[in-house]
């Protein structure tokens, strides 16, 4: 995705209007849509807590990619951002704390201090803070415990689900943490044979079903025999999609055509756990 389709809303209050200024037109020549949702001059004196509302809630509808906001020190902004559901603001005042804030944390919200910094090096804070990934493989468990209320949310996994290891349990156990419901979509005997080879599935879709079902995570399993769950998913129409494995969200969506409006989450490998691999194991015995 380009920084043209990347939206940015920005807010301070009247302490920060000068750094906002400096900072919008340079991030539209860098292609991003700004938003700005004021104050546009330092007279008269505003209430921070106003503008942090309106950008979280925009945020957390998700309207737009990102949020700036600006007042003196930037903790004010921060307090008041950090109490909306969906908003994680991050108080930034060095360039180690930019890109750790997105990387461990998924910050979606920038808090700056205009008093704490020149404009010069708020700006060179914002585009670290825009250059970081957020390193979902490592951290995305961690972010997902301090995501808001996840009550009356449909969470979907997928697999084959052949021989249950530990790897299996930490992925349900996650999916189930994103909501109250987590319907698994089983692999057919004939879909697993598809992709596995000609030997597996192991165990029949009725004993990998009855299995699964037992587990206290899994409130619904339910058989498909295509390779991928795709139009199961566009079906059910969930919440959350959760998949293990080492790809990115992104990778998720565009390989198994997930639409945008439902949530992707990769759940980390376990490392050493692979059914293939003890199946392997089991036939040197």
Not at 114 to 120: C, K, L, V
Not at 191 to 196: C, P, Q, R
Request: aromatic share 6%.
């Amino acid at each position: 995705m380009t920084n043209e389709k990347k939206m940015i809303a920005l807010g301070a209050d009247h302490n920060g209007v000068r750094t906002k200024a400096f900072i919008k037109p340079r991030l539209q020549k860098e292609g991003y849509r700004c938003i700005d949702l004021g104050p546009y001059e330092e007279k008269p004196s505003v209430d921070y807590v106003d503008y942090a509302k309106q950008l979280g809630h925009i945020v957390n509808e998700g309207e737009v990619d990102w949020g700036i906001l600006i007042c003196g020190t930037g903790v004010g902004m921060s307090i008041v951002a950090n109490k909306l559901p969906g908003v994680r603001a991050a108080l930034v005042h060095n360039m180690e704390c930019a890109a750790k804030s997105r990387e461990h944390n998924d910050a979606n919200v920038l808090c700056l201090g205009a008093w704490i910094n020149r404009d010069e090096q708020n700006m060179e804070i914002v585009n670290a803070w825009l250059g970081q990934k957020f390193g979902e493989s490592r951290h995305v468990k961690r972010v997902e415990k301090i995501s808001p209320d996840p009550a009356r949310k449909l969470v979907f996994a997928n697999g084959v689900f052949d021989v249950l290891h530990s790897g299996h349990i930490e992925l349900l156990k996650f999916a189930k943490s994103l909501g109250d419901y987590l319907i698994v979509g089983l692999n057919s005997d004939h879909s697993v044979k598809a992709i596995k080879g000609p030997s597996r599935p192991v165990n029949s879709e009725a004993d990998r079903k009855a299995v699964l079902e037992s587990l206290r995570y899994v409130d619904e399993v339910i058989i498909f025999d295509e390779e991928k769950a795709t139009s199961l998913i566009r079906a059910l129409n969930p919440s959350v999609v959760v998949k293990g494995g080492e790809w990115t969200a992104e990778d998720v969506r565009r390989r198994d055509d997930i639409p945008e409006h439902i949530g992707v989450k990769v759940c980390p490998l376990l490392p050493g756990y692979s059914s293939t691999n003890i199946i392997e194991h089991l036939k040197e015995f």
